[in-house]
């Protein structure tokens, strides 16, 4: 698989309920990105982690990193129905400034 | 909270013809970039700016494409003979890497569909 895979492709939650997704890379990377992108918008940056974290909040959000595994996991608690979107996480490798994306999780939070 | 702009939203242009993206990047950002994303399919690097040059480039950034920032404001985006395979929704983005670990801002996005 390509550089940065999520899994799963889809989820679907109701409002209230947390969501869990996952993302894979192959290679070294200098830190990892989480965005959101709602349809037909832009990509909204969430949260960044660095290679030597392993763990990181904001506000709902809960990111971690396993650079022994090459994954990192994106857990939105308390999801409301805002939050349906899809999610992307994308890596920067040690040199240059490109970022990877991998293909995103589609999120549907039921009200 | 400071945006990155894009225009056109929405581009159709005929297969052949050139056509110049327009962006503008976070006034205090340094380094500028664009994707593009074919419908159904992942977000794919393009280009890197940096200091009035390209620093990094893709295999999709071939001789049909070019960069300018020919102000202190804009950074464009130009295809000069446009291919049907060239539609997609084109993403600018800006960030400020006179700091490690710094996000990329993306803009909206320009479709653009070629006839």
């Known amino acids: 698989s390509q550089q940065g895979e999520e899994d799963p492709q889809a989820l679907s939650i109701q409002e209230g309920e947390n969501a869990t997704m996952n993302c894979s890379y192959k290679?070294?990377?200098?830190?990892l990105q989480w965005y959101r992108q709602n349809s037909g918008r832009g990509l909204v940056h969430l949260i960044l982690i660095r290679s030597n974290e392993r763990e990181k909040h904001s506000g709902r959000l809960r990111v971690t990193l396993d650079t022994s595994k090459k994954s990192s996991s994106l857990l939105i608690t308390a999801s409301r129905a805002a939050d349906t979107a899809s999610y992307f996480c994308a890596t920067l490798k040690a040199a240059g400034n490109k970022l990877t994306f991998g293909g995103g999780t589609r999120v549907l939070v039921k009200p | 909270e400071p945006e990155v702009t894009q225009t056109p939203s929405h581009q159709v242009t005929q297969m052949g013809q050139e056509v110049i993206l327009r962006c503008v990047p976070i006034?205090?950002?340094?380094?500028f970039y664009w994707y593009r994303q074919i419908l159904g399919q992942k977000v794919e690097f393009l280009v890197s700016f940096y200091n009035n040059e390209i620093s990094e480039k893709s295999e999709i950034f071939d001789d049909q494409f070019s960069v300018e920032r020919p102000d202190g404001s804009n950074f464009t985006l130009k295809i000069r003979s446009t291919k049907l395979e060239d539609s997609a929704m084109y993403f600018c983005a800006s960030s400020d890497r006179g700091r490690d670990y710094q996000p990329q801002h993306f803009g909206d996005g320009t479709r653009l569909s070629i006839l």
């Open positions: 006034s205090n950002h340094l380094y």
């Open positions: 290679t070294s990377i200098n830190n």
